[in-house]
């Protein structure tokens, strides 16, 4: 019993500790975002000779939201010679392939890529495939529910001019923020991960993630590093990480704000996050070992890029940290060896729960001119055993992928926009 | 030169769209003053911290008093963390019966099932703060219904725990406010403003956590130990979070309402 | 359950309520529930000022149907700009007033013989010289514009022709001129012109030159760099990007775009860019430049480009 009580203590410390860790790289990001010297992105550079771009719009069933990324793509100022479009129709069963057929007639630059029969699916595949027939030399995603404006593709696409730049990324943000709780809460988290922690991560030149949409790649690169792994969900995360253990950088464009349509219903969000946690962990496990030993990483970069990895191991940390202090309660340990470590415990449960500490989305509000959606804050705290739950979930999913290496299945978020 | 009349001339008014210049929020930074950044830091969480410490012993002395003459058959004691004597009332708790026991096994089960199953037609974040109660009641309700004599706990253990938890709330307000509101150094409004906050964040601890105290010790007494996990698990720290984060935002309201009406003094430019 | 008990936990329970409240307000309510606005036009420009200045003159003018403003003599409208004022329509170069409060438009070419402070836009429909100090707050010429007199500009130029800078000249945040021959210190935040130059001498891009270094490809440097081409000549076939300094100085050809998150030197002999093509120097930092200079392109500084030739 002295054994279990000992160990149970000590996963509480240990507990404790991380998530101190994390509270004080989000209280640097904070401050650093808040007031420190921001890094220059590479907006402001005009030149007229832009690289070859191929935007790809992964597509599964998008009926609804399709014309309206594909009107927006066609409006962009990016020269027309230098710009196609390749949306992935990912074996759909709706009207899909008739409207990305009908855009074809129309403008010669998009060329849709039809994925049916044997071809395996999943966000991932559709990439591998679309990276075989693209023309450009780099590569910007989107998703098939954002809105980009004109002038984005030229503002992520300028970036690739820097030799180190591997991938680029923008901001998301929601349009459908005011629709309920869920995505009002979405919307000021985002706000914090994009304004505040992204942007904080450029600037001290640790790992800005690539997200997978309103972003790109330099095409050549990320063919020399043996394209998107099929069997990892989180194409995005595992990216970032081939970026920086070979050398690259992402580059993160705060300038580059796209609207996406977040989740409105609690049970699409369940999925979704449950899916970027398992994405997120198989990378974890696949690249935390690279990660330590990388030569091409500093210390700082390879601190950051650790508690990265773990971001979404973090719930199920907490949730562990539960189960364990429950039972230090009934075996009689409340106290945790001391008085002083109680308060410890009191200060690492007070910091639980989101993946942004209130401070951070608090700041970002701030910076992004907001005024009453700073009362917002408290509510996050409705989301606390949600998040812990479904990130949980797709940590087991993970673990579970881990030791069988079964293949994994895509799940696409569903629509709510109007078609 | 013309004169003003003829300006009248010509006064018709033309409207005409106006053209949308979108600001750089993405290069927007805070303005910052250093020194009112240290100064915010160290005065609120000294300041603070000493009123707590110098508080702390009347409080539990005040609270003690207060429940011994609400809770009738309370006993007084006191408890030594670090210097302090920490003086406290609390009624003598009970066991839950093996039936009590059972009930609240049966029926937390039963939630949890029904949580989790597909019937269920709750949202999921509420669905997910449900289960988490179910849970912790399943788990106490069977630690009772099978390990009733091992409960290691007493009334007189809850007080203390219940203690150093209010204690540490105390301690963690001036601290987690200070360094997260500190951040606002527009002007010396700021100080003020933050120095509410805190102010008004451990008055309304103090009161919440007496009024928690109590209820706590009443149904210790009434509906027996079953109830104390929840008391930690559920209505403990996680809930002081939610009132903290509450003052913060209000603050930070009233900091972007009084200063932002001139941006310039707002913020500066990172790019 | 005795009633001041009962008392006790209703009062518990709404206080547990009451820091929900405002969230609860403001959820309801939707006072600031739209996301943040994004503009869908947004696109980078470097003409952006002056042509939307411009462009609210010109669809008020033509509301009030006045398609030649050159035909009227000397005028006061009240016009809807940005909000409703009064826009002075001038052809008198000898103007009496030292400050005009409004925007002012001279219909013709015009000399500025005296100093006088605009405190708004300055609009000249024909050339501009000034021959002596003046201060405005944003300047355009549909002419050419030639700068013989301490000039102070607080936002933007905008110079449909040839914009020379014979005199000390401090062109605020953003010009855009076709070409733009600097020949007095100037200073400005961004500049835009097929061609900007300090010096008519033929610099390195139209010289014979041999024994030069040349470097392929683009460079991406962590630290600071200095490039100097006094003793041979340096070409740079493509782009600098640099995490510290930039110093250039001598004979140094960068065919592609420079970029720093510091600042940049650019001296005696620097050319940028090529002919017939855009490119641009940007840092977050001062730039620098002195002695004979050219680029073919866009001049960027977040703090402020000098320029002393």
Same mark, same amino acid.
């Given at each position: ?6 160990? %149970? ?54 009926? /609804? ?73 780099? *590569? ?9 404006? /004109? ?23 929601? *349009? ?149 202090? %429950? ?61 812990? *739950? ?30 | ?44 969480? @000294? ?59 049966? @029926? ?20 997910? #703060? ?14 009772? @219904? ?41 002007? #010396? ?79 500066? #430019?990172?790019? | &359950? ?12 709404? $206080? ?10 403001? $959820?309801?309510?939707? =006072? ?9 036009? =947004? ?10 200045? &411009? ?5 008020? $003018? ?18 809807? $700009? ?69 000039? =102070? ?26 070409? &733009? ?8 935040? =961004? ?119």
């Amino acid at each position: 019993m002295g054994v279990l009580i000992f160990f %149970l203590k000590t996963y509480m410390v240990f507990l404790m500790l991380v998530l101190l860790l994390y509270i004080i790289r989000h209280y640097t990001f904070t401050l650093n975002r808040a007031f420190g010297k921001q890094r220059l992105y590479y907006q402001d550079i005009l030149d007229e000779d832009l690289p070859t771009v191929s935007v790809l719009v992964p597509m599964h069933n998008e009926e /609804k939201v399709a014309r309206h990324i594909l009107d927006l793509l066609v409006a962009s100022d990016y020269p027309k010679e230098k710009l196609e479009i390749i949306p992935i129709n990912d074996h759909s069963t709706d009207r899909t392939k008739e409207i990305l057929e009908e855009y074809a007639q129309k403008y010669p630059f998009i060329k849709p890529l039809h994925r049916y029969g044997d071809l395996p699916r999943g966000k991932q595949n559709g990439l591998n495939d679309a990276l075989k027939i693209a023309k450009g030399e780099v *590569i910007i995603v989107y998703d098939a529910d954002y809105l980009p404006p /004109k002038g984005q593709i030229r503002t992520l696409a300028i970036a690739f001019k820097d030799p180190q730049v591997g991938a680029v990324m923008g901001r998301v943000v929601p *349009i459908n923020a005011e629709k309920n709780l869920l995505t009002r809460l979405l919307d000021i988290e985002r706000s914090g991960g994009y304004q505040v922690d992204q942007q904080a991560r450029y600037n001290l030149n640790l790992i800005p993630q690539y997200g997978g949409t309103v972003g790109g790649f330099r095409k050549s690169t990320v063919i020399e590093l043996g394209g998107f792994d099929s069997r990892i969900l989180a194409e995005d995360t595992e990216l970032t990480y081939k970026m920086y253990l070979n050398g690259y950088k992402v580059a993160y464009a705060n300038i580059a704000e796209c609207y996406e349509e977040a989740p409105e219903d609690w049970n699409v969000r369940a999925r979704q996050l449950r899916r970027w946690s398992r994405g997120h962990n198989q990378v974890m496990f696949k690249y935390f070992i690279p990660t330590i030993l990388s030569k091409k990483l500093n210390l700082w970069q390879k601190i950051d890029g650790l508690l990265l990895l773990a971001i979404y191991m973090q719930p199920f940390l907490i949730f562990l940290g539960l189960l364990d202090s %429950l039972l230090l309660f009934f075996l009689g340990e409340m106290e945790i060896t001391s008085s002083y470590l109680f308060l410890l415990f009191m200060f690492a449960h007070n910091s639980f729960g989101n993946f942004a500490p209130f401070f951070e989305i608090g700041t970002a509000l701030v910076l992004d001119g907001s005024k009453e959606k700073v009362f917002l804050l408290p509510l996050m705290f409705l989301e606390f055993i949600f998040n812990i *739950i479904y990130a949980s979930l797709g940590f087991f999913d993970a673990l579970i992928d881990l030791i069988t290496k079964r293949t994994v299945s895509w799940q696409k978020t569903e629509r709510f926009r109007n078609a | 030169m013309k004169s003003m009349a003829s300006k009248q001339a010509y006064s018709k008014i033309f409207e005409v769209e106006k053209p949308v210049i979108g600001y750089a929020r993405f290069g927007r930074v805070l303005k910052f003053n250093k020194y009112l950044f240290m100064l915010q830091l160290t005065l609120l969480v @000294v300041v603070f911290e000493f009123l707590v410490i110098f508080f702390l012993e009347d409080y539990f002395k005040a609270l003690s008093d207060i429940t011994r003459k609400i809770l009738e058959g309370s006993y007084t004691a006191s408890y030594k963390f670090l210097s302090f004597k920490l003086e406290y009332s609390i009624p003598h708790g009970r066991l839950p019966t093996l039936q009590e026991s059972f009930i609240y096994l049966l @029926v937390s089960s039963l939630s949890l099932l029904f949580l989790i199953s597909r019937f269920n037609p709750l949202s999921k974040y509420i669905s997910a #703060w449900l289960i988490y109660i179910a849970f912790v009641y399943f788990v106490s309700s069977f630690y009772f @219904v099978f390990f009733l004599d091992s409960f290691p706990y007493t009334e007189r253990d809850f007080a203390v725990l219940y203690i150093l938890q209010q204690t540490g709330v105390f301690l963690f307000i001036p601290i987690l406010l200070a360094l997260s509101l500190s951040l606002f150094t527009f002007s #010396w409004l700021n100080l003020l403003l933050n120095a509410i906050t805190i102010a008004l964040s451990l008055m309304y601890s103090s009161v919440f956590g007496g009024l928690r105290y109590i209820v706590f010790a009443y149904t210790l007494k009434s509906f027996s130990y079953i109830h104390m996990p929840a008391m930690f698990f559920l209505f403990g720290p996680l809930i002081d979070f939610i009132y903290i984060v509450s003052f913060y935002s209000l603050c930070l309201y009233m900091t972007i309402k009084l200063l932002q009406r001139r941006q310039e003094a707002f913020y500066q #430019w990172g790019f | &359950m005795p009633k001041v008990i009962l008392l006790i936990a209703l009062f518990f329970i709404l $206080l547990f309520l009451l820091p929900f409240v405002p969230s609860l307000i403001e $959820l309801f309510l939707k =006072r600031d529930a739209k996301p943040i606005s994004v503009d869908p036009e =947004r696109k980078k420009e470097p003409d952006y000022f002056g042509k939307s200045f &411009m462009y609210l003159l010109s669809t008020a $003018l033509k509301d009030l149907k006045i398609q030649e403003v050159e035909k009227y003599n000397s005028v006061y409208l009240k016009l809807k $700009l940005n909000r409703e004022e009064w826009v002075g329509f001038l052809n008198d170069e000898n103007l009496a007033e030292n400050t005009l409060d409004t925007p002012v438009v001279f219909t013709k070419d015009t000399v500025f013989l005296q100093n006088h402070t605009f405190k708004r836009e300055l609009v000249v429909f024909g050339n501009a010289v000034f021959k002596n100090t003046c201060i405005a707050r944003s300047l355009y010429v549909q002419g050419n514009c030639i700068i013989e007199a301490p000039v =102070r500009i607080a936002r933007w130029v905008h110079v449909e022709g040839t914009l020379i800078t014979k005199s000390n000249a401090d062109l605020g945040v953003s010009v855009y001129t076709r070409e &733009m021959k600097i020949r007095g210190w100037t200073t400005f935040k =961004r500049a835009y012109a097929k061609k900007i130059d300090t010096s008519d001498d033929p610099l390195i891009d139209k010289k014979n030159v041999e024994g030069t270094i040349n470097l392929q490809g683009n460079f991406s440097i962590t630290g600071n760099i200095s490039i100097g081409g006094k003793d041979r000549p340096v070409f740079v076939d493509g782009d600098l990007f640099c995490d510290g300094d930039v110093q250039i100085e001598g004979d140094v050809w960068i065919k592609g775009n420079v970029f720093s998150q510091k600042s940049i030197t650019l001296k005696n002999g620097v050319v940028i860019g090529r002919e017939g093509k855009v490119k641009s120097v940007v840092a977050k930092g001062e730039i620098l430049i002195k002695g004979p200079f050219r680029i073919y392109g866009y001049i960027h500084s977040e703090k402020r480009v000098e320029v002393n030739p």
